[in-house]
């Protein structure tokens, strides 16, 4: 059985122009050519237009495709390939579901949001490339994993640990307390400690992560909400505790 140009197109919902370029790049080949000059795809062509679109979808360019294509000349092989891309894809979609149910949750119980949390299944590469650019490719992994590990059950708690750390910031600058102080650097001490759960702390890390929650406001806003300037208070508690306890 085979298929028009025509036909192939509309079903796949793209068009005869497109499917001639990726025949021009030797990515998709007609089963054969009339006499018309019309091209015609048969069953195995059909099976690798949808492994070329999947992967268009996933973002891949049309050289990295067939560089894939090529690489998988068995179909059993190429559709269990293509299979875990769509599980791959239907976790990431779970999880966008997940995170905008837990946006909507916090937002009406008016607590705050951490952009671990906003932004879990969506795209990463703005965050990816920051946290690589301040703190190198590992730690930006080694936290990526940590967070996907975690059990919706875990999420909420590791969340509640940080408000309970933001709200203790807050209620000590209220009462005068200085980024030195005995009870703020206390919180400083498990601030930290909740920074090493998902990452290895460092006092360059410990410090760098101060200064964020200063420069941008996505972060400082945590603090903030609980009284102007104590994202600043923050931020010297950390660096003061990073240069007294910690060592990179």
Same mark, same amino acid.
């Given at each position: 059985? #085979? ?6 197109? &509309? ?14 790049? &030797?990515?998709?080949?007609?089963? $054969? ?5 019309? $091209? ?6 059909? %099976? ?8 268009? *979808? ?18 059993? %092989? ?8 769509? *599980?791959? +894809? ?14 909507? $949750?916090?937002?009406? +119980? ?5 952009? +671990? #949390? ?11 490339? #920051?946290?690589?650019?301040?703190? &190198?490719? *590992?730690?930006? +992994? ?24 933001? $709200? ?13 102080? *005995? ?26 992560? &101060?200064?964020?929650? %200063? ?34």
């Amino acid at each position: 059985m #085979e298929w028009s140009i025509q036909e192939i197109a &509309g079903r796949a919902g793209t068009t005869s122009r497109t499917l001639r370029h990726y025949g021009d790049l &030797g990515l998709l080949t007609p089963s $054969r050519i009339g006499s018309n000059g019309y $091209r015609y795809y048969d069953q195995d062509a059909l %099976v690798r237009l949808q492994r070329i679109l999947l992967l268009r *979808e996933l973002g891949l360019s049309l050289p990295a495709i067939r560089d894939v294509l090529e690489g998988q000349r068995d179909t059993a %092989v190429a559709l269990r390939a293509h299979l875990r891309l769509l *599980e791959e +894809e239907r976790e990431r979609i779970g999880r966008q579901i997940a995170s905008v149910r837990t946006t909507l $949750r916090r937002t009406e +119980e008016g607590k705050e949001l951490m952009a +671990e #949390e906003v932004f879990d299944g969506f795209d990463h590469t703005v965050h990816e490339a #920051e946290v690589t650019r301040r703190w &190198g490719r *590992e730690a930006y +992994e080694r936290s990526a994993r940590w967070w996907r590990g975690l059990s919706p059950a875990d999420r909420t708690g590791f969340q509640d640990a940080h408000d309970t750390i933001a $709200r203790d910031y807050g209620q000590a600058r209220a009462a005068g307390a200085d980024a030195g102080s *005995e009870v703020v650097q206390d919180i400083a001490r498990r601030h930290v400690e909740w920074l090493s759960l998902s990452t290895a702390v460092t006092r360059s890390y410990v410090i760098g992560i &101060g200064e964020m929650y %200063v420069a941008d406001a996505r972060f400082g806003k945590n603090y903030d909400r609980y009284g102007d300037g104590t994202a600043v208070l923050v931020r010297d508690a950390l660096t003061m505790y990073a240069w007294h306890r910690l060592s990179d």
